[in-house]
């Protein structure tokens, strides 16, 4: 069992990821593709993902094995944000950290000669690593992007509301049929013996649709301490099924910039990623991104130079075509 043990500063640190991750949907969705558990929700999607395979893939199953120990550099940390940020962070990872841990997944793997050659050329391996993450994002992962962001932002909803009005408490308790929480400590069964002392750093908590059944962590966070918990599993995010009568009422409405844009925002971004993720002008972006935010579908913040947008409750709402 897993004990994550908390102190008075940690109970005021705990805070909800703003959005899907796509690194941590993209390790959890290895391990997925690598087993046969829950064959309703991922069957399709595996056998799908296994014909359109590319040769980068085993290079990621060999670093992201379906039980054990995966590399904590795999998931840097960015809050929300496009795969093309993450990726940036990935490739950022200190050299000697990338050699540790790649090492350290290969002493217990049946794949260890290629990953010590990996380990041995940290500089040569990452690049690979990065590239690879690029080809099976846009084969496994893209294509099913936009309904699983929406899926944990309805996640993400429901649970702020239950921290408002229940506590954090209630929060912790909520996050799998295996977690209780103590009062000062969250237990999580379908763990080795382990005890985890935050010691006033707080928790992130995220939510995933491939994290199954149980939530999951980093081995040794470098940083703030994340654990990812499972979201309700919609069959039909994995599904392929297209709504495009719905689609296309929502460009009447809106017009398809807006409608692309509101798509884009549901992972926030700056006007810059919106502009470059939708291939329009940053003015044409800020433009449509202004409407939006006047029309209720979009809010927008300050971030340092910057100014962060994301589809809000609503905007996601008209997109899943959930408005009465």
């Known amino acids: 069992m897993l004990r994550i043990h908390f102190d008075e500063a940690d109970l005021t640190s705990i805070v909800l990821a703003p959005s899907a991750s796509p690194m941590w949907e993209m390790l959890l969705s290895l391990h997925a593709l690598q087993a046969t558990y ?3 929700v991922f069957g399709a999607w595996r056998r799908e993902t296994r014909i359109k395979a590319t040769p980068h893939l085993r290079l990621l199953l060999d670093v992201a094995p379906a039980y ?21 962070a990935l490739m950022a990872t200190p050299l000697e950290r990338v050699h540790e841990e790649i090492s ?6 049946p794949a260890r000669p290629r990953l010590e050659q990996l380990a041995g050329s940290p500089k040569t391996g990452l690049s690979m690593l990065v590239d690879a993450v690029g080809a099976y994002w846009a084969t496994a992962m893209a294509p099913h992007w936009a309904g699983l962001q929406r899926r944990v932002a309805e996640d993400l909803d429901r649970r702020r509301q239950l921290m408002t009005t229940q506590g954090v408490g209630a929060l912790l ?28 750093r707080g928790l992130t908590l995220q939510p995933s649709y491939f994290c199954w059944q149980d939530p ?34 929502i460009s009447r ?16 971004g700056t006007t ?17 991104a202004a409407a939006l935010r006047d029309a209720g579908l979009l809010t927008s913040h300050r971030d340092g ?20």
């Open 173 to 200: 308790d909520s996050l799998g049929p295996r977690v209780r929480w103590t009062g000062r400590v969250l237990e999580i069964a379908g763990f080795n013996d382990n005890d985890v002392y935050l010691e006033g």
């Open 272 to 288: 810059s990623e919106l502009a470059q993720r939708c291939m329009m002008s940053v003015s044409s972006a800020s433009r449509h």
């Open 216 to 249: 999951t962590k980093l081995r040794e966070p470098q940083g703030r301490p994340v654990l990812v918990y499972p979201i309700e599993h919609d069959r039909s995010v994995l599904s392929g099924r297209k709504a495009p009568e719905r689609e296309s009422s």
């Open 305 to 324: 130079q910057s100014v962060q947008h994301q589809t809000t409750a609503l905007g996601r709402a008209l997109l899943s075509g959930s408005v009465a």
């Open 253 to 268: 409405l809106l017009g398809e910039a807006r409608r692309d844009l509101l798509n884009a925002a549901e992972s926030p």
């Open 38 to 40: 829950a064959d309703p």
């Open 104 to 109: 350290a997944v290969a002493t217990r793997s």
């Open 68 to 88: 054990g120990y995966s590399p904590d550099f795999v998931t840097p940390e960015v809050m929300g944000g496009s795969i093309d940020t993450a990726r940036d």
